[in-house]
């Protein structure tokens, strides 16, 4: 069973860097309270791979989310991932148009990258490719970031796996048939890959005819940033007339995190400490 992991590399002879990522522990949990159509899974687990390989291959200190909208069917995909490689995501589809191809999915579609890195966000945005994630992060790669790039992402329910090639800022040499064997080389990946191995092995398997070097792997792992006080701000969002109506309807009011699963209730006297700076008054206060 391979291991949540991001295993780095470098080509010995080649200005071209990459990573290998597998999940296996962590997307298994991300898809746990979930239902999802088999084509909107693989989007989402494609998505997963991709989002902890653009994690490692930058440096900063906060997250990374990836987002798609506005899409035919699939109506919102998002995946975060910060620079420790916790990992959270989840996607919303319409059940009627979800039984499509990719291509239907994500007609229209935009994706959006955002390096949330405290004092300067960023944000780099590209049309969805008809044919794949991947060959929309390419573009991605190629217009906004300026940095050629192989990606290659593979899905099934039980695995993420995927990897990243990029050619070194600032460095020349770069054979063209040699950019292009990488990526036929890199697109060979599949699920079935990683039944045996998910690093170091798997990597000398794929790219036997180089010399590649290996670094430490780094661990990944599932876990969500939601708390009591960000539900608490979502309702003051939602607003007070809308809250109190789901308390009069039910007698309190439930909000269950989507990344997550996790169930938070709130009582009338949450509800109105919610929206009342004041202290909620008791007994003594009736006059
Ligand atoms: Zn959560």
Redesign the pocket.
Known sequence: MAADKITPFVFDSLPVRGALISLSRSWRRILRDHDYDPTVRDVLGHAAAATGLIAQSLKFDGAITLQIQGGGGLQMLVMQCTNDFEL?GMASADETAAAGSFGDLVRGAHCAITVDAGERPYQGIVEMAPSSLADSLENYFARSVQVPSHVALVSNESLSGGILLQQMPGQHGLDEDDWNRLGYLAATLTTADFDADDGLALVGKLFAEDDVRVFEPRPVVFR???SRRRTEEVLRMLGEEETREVLAERGRVDVT??????RRSFDPIDVANLFDNRAVAGPDSLQ
């Open positions: 959270r969500c940033r939601c995190c989507e990344y997550c699963g996790r």
